[in-house]
C-alpha cells in the first residue's frame, strides 16, 4: 500500500486499520483518514468519470473547494477529500448522481439554533489561530471555526522550519510545530470556543453566519465582530490535458503527503517556481519522491533563493524560461511535455521536451478565499481580514497579521492595548514584501579557529540564527531582520552548531580549522533521512549544482533542541572546504527527455471549467460575438454553475478575455451563491424524519 511509514520529520504513529470497499473491491485503510487519502492508499486516483464526456475524475483541491473527487458513500454523494473513512463503507465511483429512492419519508422541518458571541473567527489556520490567541488573552468570547478535523490550516502541512521573527512568529520552528503551540494555547482559554470539522457556509444580511456543526448540524452564529482568515485557493492553467487525474496544486499534493502520510506519487513534475512550489519539491524528496523537474514561466523563480537552492543542491533541475505544453495521458498522468518561451511568453518552437512523470503540482500562485469579507461588507457587519485573504503572503506573515487585527478588534470592544499597532503593520509590510534580488556577497575565509560561513544572499526577513547564539557573536547590520548575518568573531565560537541546526533555509555551515588546517572540519545540516548517518559513511558533498565529490562522515550529531535536523560534520581539503554548502546521500541521476508527446489539442478540446467540463473555444466563440457579462455566459454555457461555483475558472475566463483584448472593467461579474458550500438540503432546513401517529 502506499502509504508512508518512514520520515524524517513526522513522526508516523500507530493508525488503526478498517475495510471498506470501492466499486464493489474490499480495500483496507485508516480510520478517520480522508477518503481520497484511502483511496490514493491503495493506488485508486480516478474516483469516477463526468456524466457529460465520461472523463476521467479525481482530486483537484483536496480542499473542499471543488467537486471533483466526488464519490458515492452508501448512496449519498460526498466530497472524498472531505470526508473520514469509517469501517464498513460502501464507496462507489461517481459517474453522475445516484438515483432517487422511490419514496420521500416524510419530514419535519425545523429553525436552527442561533448562537450569540462576540467574536466570529472563520479559519483555524497560522491568522485565525494567532488572531484567537490574542483575543483569549483578554478574556474575549471566542468561536473558532475550522473545515478541518485539526487546528492549523495549512500549518499541518508545513514540515519545514519557518523564516521571519523568532520572537513574533516562531522562526526557526517547523509549522507543524507551530500548529501544536498555537492550538494548544487557543484551547487553554475559558473564553474561546473551537468548532472543527464546521464549515462556513454564508454570511446573510441580518447579521448571521451559517455554519455547518460537525458537518451534520447547521447552526446559527450571530457575532458582534467577524474575523475572516479563510487563507487562500490554488490558481490553475489552461493547457491541454489539465483535468487528468493527476494534475493537482501543490497544496493538495502537500495533504495528501505531509497530513495524511501518503505517498501520493513516484515521480512528480513541479509548474511554478514561487515558495509553494519549492517547498513543495523538497517536501516530496523528504516523502522519497522523486521530482523529475520544475519549470518557472520568468527568467527567475520568484520563491526565496535558499528554497531554490536546497533544489538544485539535491540535483532537481529547474527550468526558467519554460512553460507547461500538455500532460500527457489517456486515464492518467504518464508524462509531461514543456518548452522554452521567449521574452513575450510566446514558445520558442524545437524546444518541447517530454518527461515520464505520474503526478503534475500546479504551483502558480494563489487567490484569497474572500467571498465571506465581500458578503460581510455588503452586509454591514463589524469584520476584519488576516492571512491570505488580506494579502497573499507567507504563513510566518499571515500569524503576524492575525496579531494586528486582533488588536484592532480589541480597541474596537474598548480593550485598551500596549502595542503600537502603526509599527506592527510596518513591520508586517516588511514581513509580506516580496523577496529582492540576490545580493552578491564575498566571503573571507580565515583558516584558524572556528566560525559559521552563512550561504544566504537575499534580505528576507529572518533572524533564528541570530537568537540562538548562546555567544551573541551572530548579528545583522544595524540588527535589522533583513539584513544578512555575519559572525562577529569578538569571542571565539564554541562550535555548539546551533545556528546551522537552526537555519530555515539550511544556509549555515561550520568550517573548524583548528586541528587542521589542510583538512578543516566542515559541519553541514542534513534531515532528509529518518536513520542517523553514521561515522565512516559515504555523502556526497555538493556546490549549488556541482557535486565536489564522495567523502566519508567524520562526526553525526543531533542537538536536542533540533531532533529532527542532523549535523554532519566531514573532513575536507581546504579548496574544497571553502566551496562546500550541503550534502546528499546518492549522485544524481538525471531523467532524459523521451520521445512521448500528446498531439496538439485545439482550443475546442481544452477544458476551462472543469466542473461543467466547458472548453476555451466555447468562451472564446461567446466573447467575439460580443458576450460581456458572466451571468450570460452562465446561461450560454453552464459554466461557473458547477460545484466549485466558478471559484476556479473565474480567473481563467478572465484571462481569456484579456487574451480577446477586452478589460476585466468592461466585464459584468457573475453574481455570487448565497451559498459559498454545497450543503445537505434535509440539514440545511434541519429536517427530521416525521414519526407516524397512531
Same mark, same amino acid.
Given at each position: 500500500?502506499?502509504?508512508?511509514?518512514?520520515?524524517?520529520?513526522?513522526?508516523?504513529?500507530?493508525?488503526?486499520?478498517?475495510?471498506?470497499?470501492?466499486?464493489?473491491?474490499?480495500?483496507?485503510?485508516?480510520?478517520?483518514?480522508?477518503?481520497?487519502?484511502?483511496?490514493?492508499?491503495?493506488?485508486?486516483?480516478?474516483?469516477?468519470?463526468?456524466?457529460?464526456?465520461?472523463?476521467?475524475?479525481?482530486?483537484?483541491?483536496?480542499?473542499?473547494?471543488?467537486?471533483?473527487?466526488?464519490?458515492?458513500?452508501?448512496?449519498?454523494?460526498?466530497?472524498?477529500?472531505?470526508?473520514?473513512?469509517?469501517?464498513?463503507?460502501?464507496?462507489?465511483?461517481?459517474?453522475?448522481?445516484?438515483?432517487?429512492?422511490?419514496?420521500?419519508?416524510?419530514?419535519?422541518?425545523?429553525?436552527?439554533?442561533?448562537?450569540?458571541?462576540?467574536?466570529?473567527?472563520?479559519?483555524?489556520?497560522?491568522?485565525?489561530?494567532?488572531?484567537?490567541?490574542?483575543?483569549?488573552?483578554?478574556?474575549?468570547?471566542?468561536?473558532?471555526?475550522?473545515?478541518?478535523?485539526?487546528?492549523?490550516?495549512?500549518?499541518?502541512?508545513?514540515?519545514?522550519?519557518?523564516?521571519?521573527?523568532?520572537?513574533?512568529?516562531?522562526?526557526?520552528?517547523?509549522?507543524?510545530?507551530?500548529?501544536?503551540?498555537?492550538?494548544?494555547?487557543?484551547?487553554?482559554?475559558?473564553?474561546?470556543?473551537?468548532?472543527?470539522?464546521?464549515?462556513?457556509?454564508?454570511?446573510?444580511?441580518?447579521?448571521?453566519?451559517?455554519?455547518?456543526?460537525?458537518?451534520?448540524?447547521?447552526?446559527?452564529?450571530?457575532?458582534?465582530?467577524?474575523?475572516?482568515?479563510?487563507?487562500?485557493?490554488?490558481?490553475?492553467?489552461?493547457?491541454?490535458?489539465?483535468?487528468?487525474?493527476?494534475?493537482?496544486?501543490?497544496?493538495?499534493?502537500?495533504?495528501?503527503?505531509?497530513?495524511?502520510?501518503?505517498?501520493?506519487?513516484?515521480?512528480?513534475?513541479?509548474?511554478?517556481?514561487?515558495?509553494?512550489?519549492?517547498?513543495?519539491?523538497?517536501?516530496?524528496?523528504?516523502?522519497?519522491?522523486?521530482?523529475?523537474?520544475?519549470?518557472?514561466?520568468?527568467?527567475?523563480?520568484?520563491?526565496?533563493?535558499?528554497?531554490?537552492?536546497?533544489?538544485?543542491?539535491?540535483?532537481?533541475?529547474?527550468?526558467?524560461?519554460?512553460?507547461?505544453?500538455?500532460?500527457?495521458?489517456?486515464?492518467?498522468?504518464?508524462?509531461?511535455?514543456?518548452?522554452?518561451?521567449?521574452?513575450?511568453?510566446?514558445?520558442?518552437?524545437?524546444?518541447?521536451?517530454?518527461?515520464?512523470?505520474?503526478?503534475?503540482?500546479?504551483?502558480?500562485?494563489?487567490?484569497?478565499?474572500?467571498?465571506?469579507?465581500?458578503?460581510?461588507?455588503?452586509?454591514?457587519?463589524?469584520?476584519?481580514?488576516?492571512?491570505?485573504?488580506?494579502?497573499?503572503?507567507?504563513?510566518?506573515?499571515?500569524?503576524?497579521?492575525?496579531?494586528?487585527?486582533?488588536?484592532?478588534?480589541?480597541?474596537?470592544?474598548?480593550?485598551?492595548?500596549?502595542?503600537?499597532?502603526?509599527?506592527?503593520?510596518?513591520?508586517?509590510?516588511?514581513?509580506?514584501?516580496?523577496?529582492?534580488?540576490?545580493?552578491?556577497?564575498?566571503?573571507?575565509?580565515?583558516?584558524?579557529?572556528?566560525?559559521?560561513?552563512?550561504?544566504?544572499?537575499?534580505?528576507?526577513?529572518?533572524?533564528?540564527?541570530?537568537?540562538?547564539?548562546?555567544?551573541?557573536?551572530?548579528?545583522?547590520?544595524?540588527?535589522?531582520? !533583513?539584513? #544578512?548575518?555575519?559572525?562577529?568573531?569578538?569571542? *571565539?565560537? =564554541?562550535?555548539?552548531?546551533? +545556528?546551522?541546526? @537552526?537555519?530555515? %533555509?539550511?544556509?549555515?555551515?561550520?568550517?573548524?580549522?583548528?586541528?587542521?588546517?589542510?583538512?578543516?572540519?566542515?559541519?553541514?545540516?542534513?534531515?532528509?533521512?529518518?536513520?542517523?548517518?553514521?561515522?565512516?559513511?559515504?555523502?556526497?558533498?555538493?556546490?549549488?549544482?556541482?557535486?565536489?565529490?564522495?567523502?566519508?562522515?567524520?562526526?553525526?550529531?543531533?542537538?536536542?533542541?533540533?531532533?529532527?535536523?542532523?549535523?554532519?560534520?566531514?573532513?575536507?581539503?581546504?579548496?574544497?572546504?571553502?566551496?562546500?554548502?550541503?550534502?546528499?546521500?546518492?549522485?544524481?541521476?538525471?531523467?532524459?527527455? !523521451?520521445? #512521448?508527446?500528446?498531439?496538439?489539442?485545439?482550443? *475546442?478540446? =481544452?477544458?476551462?471549467?472543469? +466542473?461543467?467540463? @466547458?472548453?476555451? %473555444?466555447?468562451?472564446?466563440?461567446?466573447?467575439?460575438?460580443?458576450?460581456?457579462?458572466?451571468?450570460?455566459?452562465?446561461?450560454?454555457?453552464?459554466?461557473?454553475?458547477?460545484?466549485?461555483?466558478?471559484?476556479?475558472?473565474?480567473?481563467?475566463?478572465?484571462?481569456?478575455?484579456?487574451?480577446?483584448?477586452?478589460?476585466?472593467?468592461?466585464?459584468?461579474?457573475?453574481?455570487?451563491?448565497?451559498?459559498?458550500?454545497?450543503?445537505?438540503?434535509?440539514?440545511?432546513?434541519?429536517?427530521?424524519?416525521?414519526?407516524?401517529?397512531?
Amino acid at each position: 500500500m502506499n502509504n508512508i511509514t518512514k520520515h524524517p520529520i513526522i513522526e508516523i504513529l500507530e493508525r488503526k486499520k478498517v475495510s471498506f470497499s470501492f466499486d464493489g473491491k474490499n480495500l483496507t485503510g485508516f480510520e478517520e483518514i480522508v477518503i481520497s487519502s484511502a483511496l490514493f492508499m491503495n493506488k485508486i486516483k480516478i474516483f469516477g468519470h463526468h456524466i457529460k464526456d465520461d472523463s476521467p475524475q479525481g482530486i483537484f483541491c483536496a480542499n473542499g473547494q471543488c467537486a471533483q473527487c466526488n464519490v458515492i458513500v452508501n448512496g449519498i454523494p460526498v466530497k472524498a477529500c472531505m470526508t473520514p473513512l469509517k469501517g464498513g463503507m460502501r464507496i462507489e465511483s461517481c459517474n453522475g448522481l445516484p438515483e432517487l429512492p422511490p419514496e420521500d419519508n416524510a419530514v419535519t422541518v425545523g429553525n436552527s439554533d442561533i448562537v450569540d458571541c462576540e467574536v466570529l473567527v472563520i479559519g483555524a489556520g497560522p491568522a485565525g489561530l494567532s488572531a484567537t490567541k490574542i483575543l483569549g488573552e483578554n478574556n474575549v468570547k471566542v468561536i473558532l471555526i475550522d473545515d478541518k478535523a485539526e487546528l492549523g490550516g495549512k500549518l499541518v502541512l508545513q514540515t519545514h522550519k519557518f523564516f521571519g521573527s523568532e520572537k513574533d512568529v516562531y522562526a526557526g520552528k517547523r509549522g507543524i510545530e507551530i500548529a501544536k503551540i498555537l492550538g494548544k494555547a487557543v484551547q487553554s482559554f475559558s473564553s474561546v470556543n473551537v468548532w472543527l470539522n464546521s464549515v462556513c457556509l454564508a454570511v446573510f444580511s441580518d447579521g448571521l453566519v451559517g455554519i455547518l456543526k460537525d458537518n451534520d448540524k447547521y447552526v446559527l452564529v450571530k457575532p458582534k465582530y467577524l474575523l475572516i482568515a479563510t487563507g487562500a485557493r490554488e490558481k490553475m492553467l489552461v493547457f491541454a490535458g489539465n483535468t487528468l487525474p493527476g494534475v493537482y496544486g501543490a497544496g493538495a499534493f502537500q495533504t495528501l503527503v505531509n497530513r495524511d502520510l501518503i505517498k501520493a506519487a513516484d515521480k512528480i513534475f513541479i509548474v511554478g517556481g514561487g515558495n509553494v512550489g519549492l517547498i513543495a519539491g523538497y517536501h516530496a524528496i523528504q516523502a522519497s519522491i522523486e521530482v523529475i523537474g520544475l519549470i518557472e514561466a520568468l527568467p527567475e523563480c520568484g520563491g526565496y533563493k535558499v528554497h531554490e537552492d536546497k533544489l538544485r543542491r539535491l540535483g532537481v533541475p529547474i527550468y526558467t524560461n519554460h512553460t507547461i505544453i500538455s500532460a500527457n495521458g489517456e486515464n492518467n498522468v504518464d508524462s509531461i511535455t514543456i518548452a522554452q518561451i521567449d521574452k513575450d511568453f510566446n514558445i520558442i518552437s524545437g524546444t518541447e521536451r517530454t518527461f515520464p512523470c505520474d503526478t503534475i503540482l500546479i504551483a502558480v500562485g494563489l487567490n484569497p478565499v474572500d467571498e465571506f469579507y465581500h458578503k460581510a461588507i455588503d452586509f454591514g457587519f463589524k469584520v476584519w481580514v488576516a492571512g491570505d485573504v488580506q494579502e497573499i503572503a507567507e504563513a510566518s506573515a499571515a500569524i503576524f497579521t492575525g496579531k494586528i487585527e486582533a488588536f484592532k478588534i480589541l480597541e474596537e470592544i474598548g480593550i485598551e492595548i500596549s502595542e503600537n499597532i502603526d509599527e506592527l503593520e510596518n513591520f508586517a509590510n516588511i514581513m509580506k514584501a516580496k523577496p529582492p534580488q540576490p545580493v552578491e556577497t564575498e566571503i573571507t575565509f580565515k583558516e584558524e579557529g572556528i566560525y559559521p560561513v552563512f550561504y544566504c544572499n537575499q534580505e528576507i526577513p529572518c533572524n533564528p540564527c541570530t537568537t540562538v547564539c548562546d555567544q551573541q557573536q551572530i548579528e545583522t547590520i544595524d540588527d535589522l531582520i !533583513t539584513q #544578512l548575518p555575519y559572525f562577529k568573531g569578538e569571542q *571565539d565560537c =564554541i562550535g555548539c552548531g546551533k +545556528c546551522v541546526a @537552526v537555519c530555515p %533555509g539550511l544556509a549555515v555551515v561550520l568550517l573548524d580549522y583548528r586541528k587542521d588546517k589542510n583538512n578543516p572540519l566542515v559541519t553541514f545540516p542534513f534531515e532528509l533521512t529518518e536513520e542517523k548517518l553514521e561515522k565512516g559513511q559515504e555523502v556526497v558533498v555538493v556546490r549549488n549544482k556541482k557535486e565536489l565529490g564522495k567523502f566519508e562522515i567524520h562526526r553525526s550529531r543531533i542537538l536536542k533542541e533540533f531532533p529532527k535536523t542532523q549535523l554532519i560534520t566531514i573532513k575536507l581539503p581546504s579548496k574544497i572546504a571553502k566551496q562546500a554548502v550541503a550534502i546528499k546521500k546518492y549522485e544524481t541521476q538525471f531523467m532524459e527527455p !523521451t520521445d #512521448l508527446y500528446q498531439k496538439a489539442l485545439s482550443d *475546442d478540446e =481544452i477544458i476551462v471549467c472543469r +466542473c461543467e467540463r @466547458v472548453s476555451v %473555444g466555447e468562451i472564446r466563440k461567446w466573447i467575439k460575438s460580443g458576450v460581456r457579462d458572466f451571468n450570460e455566459l452562465k446561461a450560454l454555457t453552464k459554466v461557473g454553475m458547477g460545484s466549485c461555483g466558478g471559484k476556479t475558472c473565474t480567473p481563467l475566463i478572465e484571462r481569456i478575455f484579456r487574451q480577446e483584448g477586452i478589460s476585466v472593467d468592461d466585464i459584468t461579474p457573475g453574481t455570487r451563491r448565497p451559498l459559498f458550500i454545497e450543503v445537505p438540503m434535509g440539514v440545511f432546513a434541519n429536517a427530521k424524519e416525521k414519526k407516524e401517529e397512531f
